[in-house]
Nanobody, 121 residues
Framework: QVQLVESGGGLVQPGGSLRLSCAAS????????MGWYRQAPGKQRELVAT???????NYADSVKGRFTISRGNAKNTVYLQMNSLKPEDTAVYYC???????????????WGQGTQVTVSS
C-alpha cells in the first residue's frame, strides 16, 4: 500500500510564499507522475501542477509564473513552491501520484490527505 504524506500548508498573507512537500512511501515499482490539486469550499477539485518522471511540467493557467513544481532526487517526493499568493489560492491542496504497481505493473492513483492553505490578511 502506497501512502502520500503532505506538509507545509498554513496561513499566509497575500503576496506571501509557502512550500508544500509530499513524500510517497510503500511498495511500488515506480512513480510515473506526481502532482498537486486543490479544492476550495463549494468548488470541484482542480489541477494545480503536475510533473512526470522525466521532469515535464504542466500548470493551471491561474498559477503559471507564480507556482513551481519539482521532484526530489529520490523521485518519490514532490514540492510545490507557491509565490505571490492570492486569496483565491485558498483551498485544501492534495498531492497525487500515478504509481506503477510492484507486481502487476498496472498504473493506479494515490492521493494524500490534503493540507490547508489559507491566504488572508
Amino acid at each position: 500500500q502506497v501512502q502520500l504524506v503532505e506538509s507545509g500548508g498554513g496561513l499566509v498573507q497575500p503576496g506571501g510564499s509557502l512550500r508544500l512537500s509530499c513524500a510517497a512511501s510503500g511498495i511500488m515499482f515506480s512513480i510515473n507522475a506526481m502532482g498537486w490539486y486543490r479544492q476550495a469550499p463549494g468548488k470541484q477539485r482542480e489541477l494545480v501542477a503536475t510533473i512526470t518522471s522525466g521532469g515535464r511540467t504542466n500548470y493551471a493557467d491561474s498559477v503559471k509564473g507564480r507556482f513551481t513544481i519539482s521532484r526530489g532526487n529520490a523521485k518519490n517526493t514532490v514540492y510545490l513552491q507557491m509565490n505571490s499568493l492570492k486569496p483565491e489560492d485558498t483551498a485544501v491542496y492534495y498531492c497525487n501520484a500515478v504509481v506503477v504497481a510492484a507486481t502487476s505493473l498496472h498504473l493506479y492513483d494515490v492521493w494524500g490527505q490534503g493540507t490547508q492553505v489559507t491566504v488572508s490578511s
